[in-house]
């Protein structure tokens, strides 16, 4: 019962606090840029809207249609007259940006890095033009429907669709960077886009404000006011081309950063674990190499000098303990070079799981550990390869069971979350330092001798398959909880 008091007391305060952002920046817009009409050449608002129902979901649909209401009941003099006929503009309003939060997640276009001409095109559309045409239209058929849609209305309408689309197209992005705050979602795209975006909004505001303050200094010739607004519709549009290709060009940019850096991620996590693998593959074969010269002097000894007996066993159990190290190494590189390679388009969540779970099976019951496997949707595809997946559960249940000792407790789960699946592995461990939280990017010691390996070749997986890995506190189980965030089977860009 308490968590759900404070869920809905944090949804309560996102409404108020977007609903009131939605209000200031509106006024803003109203007295820097609006000039004969209620559209507005840069409406950043459409932005703010769009990006807070992206970041949080429908819960902030509210925020935007109180928002809306008020920001059109008010007028920048403090005057407020609230007109019944905005609240269909207002719920739609909503809608629009419901519209770029469905189209923008259903093509996985957040976490694409957009260096593909086709796919920074429907990026660029849906946070545009493509998006924010539903306001636009409700208000035309709201307003001037009956009057037989005017050229007045029209030509406020596209001015109303351009400026919703210009304040998307520039704040959107600027958001996403930002927010939420803490944790923002496009965090690694801000030493590229930050001052640039600014910069562009800047600009953009400038010329806009600059364009109103000359229109209203011409139009005191009756005459020239319609002419004016064609001239404003045609500055509008270019603007809005201008941006298009301004955010576009950061975007790419930012992009092709993303990708560098993560093959240069990609190339020093093979080299450091190929490194490791050489350095632990050395050692047994040094220490086999000398325990089976010892071993030779021994047999070779003269007859009245016979070996003992328990000094042999010792030694040979050494040797072979070492080889059963030699042998986790060598199942090691297996997965290793299995994390790089996708053997099939799609991957079965369920058939992998089951076939990990029938593969570890012996490994556990000799510790006396419990494998809890929560119920797994069915028909879950995921964009990986069987192979690919398969060695990143073993590898993920691997270490929860080393972790969890003997008795211990895992416990498997997986659930959709619109169009990725979120894996969860727990354990009843000690849980990681939460000093040192590990990435999966580094090799990091292992507590029970094992060669660090196992969260690199879950990394591997992770990053060849487009998805994300994090690492927390188990709330349930006080050990360690490695969450996996892959992409389902078409909803990103294939690879093979």
Known sequence: ????????????????????????????????????????????????????????????????????????????????AASPAMVPVALAAAAQALLVRFALRRQRLLSDPLVRTPRLLRFLLWAGPAGCWPAAVTY?????????????????????????????????????????????????????????????????????????????????????????????????????????????????????????????????????????????????????????????????????????????????????????RIQCITSAIQDLTLAGLRDTRHADMGAAIQAVVSQLTPTLDPLDQQLVVDPVPPGLLLQAGRNQLEVALRNLLLNASHAAGESGLIRLSVERADHEVLLRVEDSGAGFDPRAMPTGADRMASSWGGQGLGLMIVRRVVDEAEGSLSVARSAGLGGACVELRLPLAGTGPERI
């Open 1 to 80: 019962m308490p968590e759900c008091i404070r869920g809905i007391s944090r949804a309560l305060a996102l409404n108020l606090a977007a609903a009131g952002a939605y209000v200031a920046l509106s006024k803003q817009a109203e007295l820097s840029f609006a000039w004969e009409g209620v559209a507005v050449t840069l409406w950043l608002p459409a932005g703010l809207a769009n990006a807070a129902v992206l970041l949080h979901g429908p819960v902030l649909a509210p925020a935007v249609v109180v928002g809306n209401l008020l920001a059109s009941a008010c007028d920048p003099a403090g005057t407020c």
């Open 140 to 324: 035309v058929l709201v307003f001037h429907a009956a009057a037989g849609f005017p050229a007045a209305g029209l030509t406020r309408g596209l001015f109303w669709w351009v400026g919703d689309s210009l304040g998307s197209l520039v704040l959107l992005p600027l958001l996403l960077v930002l927010l939420p705050l803490g944790q923002p979602l496009w965090a690694e795209r801000r030493g590229v886009l930050l001052g640039p975006l600014l910069a562009l909004i800047l600009l953009l505001g400038v010329v806009t404000f600059l364009g109103r303050e000359l229109a209203e200094g011409i139009a005191s010739v009756p005459e020239l006011v319609e002419p004016l607004q064609v001239l404003r519709l045609v500055l509008s549009l270019t603007l809005l081309l201008v941006a298009a290709g301004g955010v576009g060009l950061l975007l790419h940019v930012s992009g092709m950063v993303l990708e560098q850096e993560k093959l240069l991620r990609r190339s020093r996590l093979a080299a450091d674990a190929a490194g490791a693998v050489l350095h632990e593959v050395g050692q047994p074969l040094l220490r086999l190499h000398l325990l089976l010269d010892r071993l030779r002097g021994r047999l070779a000894a003269p007859a009245t000098q016979p070996p003992a007996t328990d000094e042999l066993i010792a030694d040979v159990s050494a040797g072979l303990q070492e080889l059963d």
